[in-house]
């Protein structure tokens, strides 16, 4: 049996630790080239050698998604190297608690701009090298337990960012179809990561499995980028542990 993303080109923005990194790796475990992103060169060069040693190629590119000259340069060196982008995966994002006596404007908008704004910005930025390609291409969004239900703890400007990366699945998904790209949203709950570090245990009481692990999302998006998802657009694939239960 081949692997799952044979040859695709998958480029993940905010793939330096956390579920970037994890889903790098399980891409490139299943056959993928993959484009890691981020901030950070230190953090950039470690992901790289992590998928590097799962025997995945890797191209690994400094960007910054409030940067729109940063996200044309990324493109621009996805296209030299690999000519098309087959996944993208929208992950980069960050994450604070604050009641909403702490937030200032300045922080409310830097989240809003990162975390939903950064979406829009390389999604209009990669459809060129997605459209028209063979097969199906597949945007893959990272929102959260708190865009559909406000979050366990107080984390207004993160849950309103991540409500809105949802309605923009549901929005482009319809859009995009007739350019056979399909476009979906994982929502994690409570993930193992260093941002929920100081909240873990009071978490893990509250669901019914318990905290997650960034390979329990990886492995979500994995599904969807595979053929296996392929009649799958205009969804929200809930990986949080049954906190929600509708």
Known sequence: MGKRLQDKVVLITGST????????IRCAQEGARVVVTGRDGERLHQTMEEVGRHGGKCLGILADVRDMRSIERMMERTREEFGEISV?????????VKSIFEITEAKWMEVIDTNLNGVFRVTRAALPLMIGRPGYSKIINLSSQAGKGGGILPVHHYAASKAG????????????????????CVAPGVIRTDTVLDQIEENERAIPLGVGRVEDVANA???LASDEANYITGEVLDVNGGMLMD
Do not use: K, Y
């Open 165 to 184: 990366v949802i309605a923009f699945t549901f929005s482009l998904a319809r859009e995009l179809a007739r350019h056979r790209v399909l476009v979906n």
């Open 17 to 24: 630790g956390g579920i970037g990194r994890a889903a790098a």
């Open 88 to 96: 993208l995966v929208n992950n980069a994002g960050i994450m604070e």
């Open 221 to 223: 998006i994995l599904f």
